[in-house]
């Protein structure tokens, strides 16, 4: 268990998840916590993933929001979003069920529901990085995320949350549709300097970490882990039926991770979460691992930017906001029937030759797990938005 005391008094909940990952007949299991945090005085930070089993959590143990109740979901659909752009990035918005195919593991796919410009609700989790490559340009995120959240956001229907990470997680904020709260949790994002860090991202070796800190955590940078936890404890609490997202704002540079980039994506997609990542280092261009938040975007189904300046990047925030309201949904029965947990992989096809010749670039999740024949985890059913 590894505890961190911040300098500014807040206090923090601690969350934990236990994941399983099925490998033929292996399996192992891996912890992460997201430390929540309220306005009362003091924080603790949760353990990152671990190789080892773990208990459940200890029923004293609190969600960032109330508990509600608790259902089942059990559903023999596959849904699957998807956006249409033409080869200049505008949005089509006018495809019609006959202008698709859909194919699973290869096999065409019978379509029972097709819908244009679908108005879901949203739960929407900012994540960003603190660490020391995003000193200079934190400042730009936090009113770039402000921005978009104000501009987003329906409070009477969306909801959405705030975590920062460098080597540890914390939950600035819950899911809430209260736009005051998410204003301030963002503005309670800062920067997370290391031990021994003297600015501009030199670190001077053999200083001895503040007492009662881990500050080694605070010198790395976990994307993955974050990605995971997000996934698997925040997004699992979020209402039921929203479009699910992540917006990460981070240079994509993993440092310590215990959880792979392969695991994150996984969880994003068991998790049915969007991940689009704003690429973004310090002066918009340092060290940037494009080719990284490229591959967990389109395996996610959201994009990847890399905005080279503020303007690019409030840029960048609004495209994510048209992505989100202007997608379609198709729903099928897969001809697959096996409920044994397998990974399906996922084709969208454009079959209208006419729109076939203007290269339409659709974007959407690669594939699903399937589900298995065992009980299904319950599903948090949210009665209204906090």
């Not at 849904?79 to 918005?93: E, L």
Request: proline share 5%; net charge negative.
């Amino acid at each position: 268990m590894c505890f961190k005391k911040c300098k500014r008094p807040l206090l923090f909940l601690m969350l934990f998840a236990v994941l399983s990952l099925s490998l033929a007949s292996h399996h192992s299991f891996a912890e992460n916590g997201i430390a929540a945090q309220n306005n009362s005085g003091s924080n603790i930070e949760n353990q990152r993933p671990s190789p080892s089993p773990t208990p459940a959590a200890s029923p004293r143990e609190e969600l960032p929001q109330d508990s509600d109740e608790v259902v089942k979901v059990d559903t023999n659909l596959t849904s699957i979003f998807f956006t249409a752009a033409d080869k200049n990035k505008r949005f089509i918005g006018n495809l019609k069920a006959d202008d698709i195919r859909v194919l699973e593991d290869g096999q065409p796919q019978e379509v029972f529901t097709f819908q244009q410009n679908l108005d879901l609700p949203l739960s929407i989790a900012i994540l960003i990085d603190t660490s020391a490559s995003e000193e200079r340009t934190l400042p730009d995120e936090k009113a770039a995320a402000r921005t978009f959240l104000e501009d987003v956001l329906r409070p009477s229907k969306d909801e959405g949350a705030v975590v920062s990470f460098t080597g540890e997680i914390t939950l600035e904020q819950g899911f809430t549709g209260n736009i005051d709260r998410l204003r301030r949790a963002i503005d309670r994002v800062e920067f997370v300097p290391p031990s021994g860090y003297v600015g501009g991202g030199v670190v001077v070796n053999g200083t001895p970490p503040i007492s009662g800190t881990n500050q080694s955590l605070a010198g790395s940078t976990a994307i993955w882990d974050a990605i995971w936890a997000t996934s698997a404890e925040l997004l699992s609490e979020s209402a039921e039926h929203t479009r699910r997202a992540i917006i990460l704002l981070t240079d994509g540079e993993d440092t310590s991770s215990r959880m792979k980039l392969h695991n994150a994506v996984e969880r994003a997609q068991k998790s049915d979460a969007l991940v689009y990542a704003i690429g973004i280092g310090d002066r918009y261009s340092f060290g940037v691992n494009e080719g990284a938040l490229r591959k967990i975007s389109e395996q996610t189904g959201g994009r990847a930017y890399f905005p080279r300046n503020d303007r690019e990047l409030r840029e960048a925030f609004v495209q994510v906001q048209r992505d989100l309201r202007e997608q379609y949904l198709v729903a099928y029965s897969p001809s697959n029937k096996a409920r044994d947990g397998s990974y399906r992989h996922i084709e969208i096809q454009i079959v209208n030759p006419e729109l076939r010749k203007e290269s339409l670039k659709l974007n959407y999740r690669s594939g699903y797990f399937a589900k298995s024949a065992g009980p299904e985890a319950p599903t948090r059913k949210k009665a209204e938005l906090q």
